[in-house]
Every structure is written in structure tokens, then in C-alpha cells.
Nanobody, 124 residues
Framework: QLQLVESGGGLVQPGGSLRLSCAASGFTLNAYAIGWFRQAPGKEREEVSCISRGDLTIHSVESVKGRFTISRDNAKNTVYLQMNSLKPEDTAVYFC?????????????????WGQGTQVTVSS
């Protein structure tokens, strides 16, 4: 059974940091492009960052550039999202997703496998 499991979310003060993890079971993450998405209440799910198969390209949306870093640990079959300098507007449920392609995509519909999400709340 192919499964993605996110962890690492929580409550953090503005300016703080969190590291999200996306662990896979039943398949090897390094054979897929992996994206992190987020969905805030009342809003559509949006791309945050993506790492291509083979780590050839990394893409992040403008609002998180310089603050969020996506990385992959093949030995642990896990993809991470390091989030620094967090802002209240980063509050959302964060999802990881796998795409059966070499390349990243910002479209939710392009990803075949999704985790259940982890809540990130940035508040004082």
C-alpha cells in the first residue's frame, strides 16, 4: 500500500521555525517529484515548494523564498520542509504529495499520492 505520512506540524510563534517531514511507505520517494502544498481555511490548496525527481530542480513560491527549504533524504525515504521566519499567514494544513514524473508541477491534480496533512499554526 502506497502511503505518505506528514509530521512535524504544531503551534509556533511568529519568527519561529518548524521542520516538516514526509515519510513514504510502499514506494521509493526518490523515483517521484515531491511537492509540499498548504491549505488555509476557506482557501484553495496551493503549492509551497517542490523538488524534482533526481533533485534536478527545486521550486518555491515567492512568498516562502528565503524562508522555506525543501530537501530529500533518500536513505530515510523522507522529504523535508524546513520553515524559518514563520509568519501568521503561513498558518495552514500542510500536505506532501508525489507526482509520477521527473518534473515538478504547481497543479494539485498532477499529483497521484497525498498524505493526510499536518497542521501548522503561527500565532503569538
Amino acid at each position: 500500500q502506497l502511503q505518505l505520512v506528514e509530521s512535524g506540524g504544531g503551534l509556533v510563534q511568529p519568527g519561529g521555525s518548524l521542520r516538516l517531514s514526509c515519510a513514504a511507505s510502499g514506494f521509493t520517494l526518490n523515483a517521484y517529484a515531491i511537492g509540499w502544498f498548504r491549505q488555509a481555511p476557506g482557501k484553495e490548496r496551493e503549492e509551497v515548494s517542490c523538488i524534482s525527481r533526481g533533485d534536478l530542480t527545486i521550486h518555491s513560491v515567492e512568498s516562502v523564498k528565503g524562508r522555506f527549504t525543501i530537501s530529500r533524504d533518500n536513505a530515510k525515504n523522507t522529504v523535508y520542509l524546513q520553515m524559518n521566519s514563520l509568519k501568521p499567514e503561513d498558518t495552514a494544513v500542510y500536505f506532501c504529495a508525489a507526482r509520477t514524473s521527473w518534473y515538478c508541477s504547481g497543479s494539485v491534480g498532477e499529483y497521484a499520492y497525498w498524505g493526510q496533512g499536518t497542521q501548522v499554526t503561527v500565532s503569538s
